[in-house]
């Protein structure tokens, strides 16, 4: 499928990935839908911007898109615990 395929038919479509930050200050993003989808930044802008591109990238793969067109992403909820 080509990309502007690809950008029309998933274009608004919401994709849940979580922000860590590391021990030297920089943000890491993972989006556990796809294997190996991740990325960085030094803003949590720059991660956003870092993790649509590598989204984009990972949807030419036709696995992916399949694994996207089944995902229908509801609710979101993150919680830590002190041990």
Do not use: P
Request: net charge negative; aromatic share 12%.
């Amino acid at each position: 499928m080509a990309k502007v395929n690809i950008i029309k038919k998933y274009q608004g479509k919401k994709i849940f990935f979580v922000v860590e930050e590391d021990e030297d200050g920089f943000l890491i993003a993972e989006c556990q839908l796809f294997s190996d989808c991740y990325t960085q930044g030094k803003t949590f802008n720059e991660v956003l911007e870092n993790m649509r591109d590598v989204l984009w990238l990972v949807l030419e793969e036709k696995e992916n898109q399949e694994i996207l067109d089944s995902y229908n992403f509801k609710k979101a909820s993150l919680h830590i615990i002190t041990l």
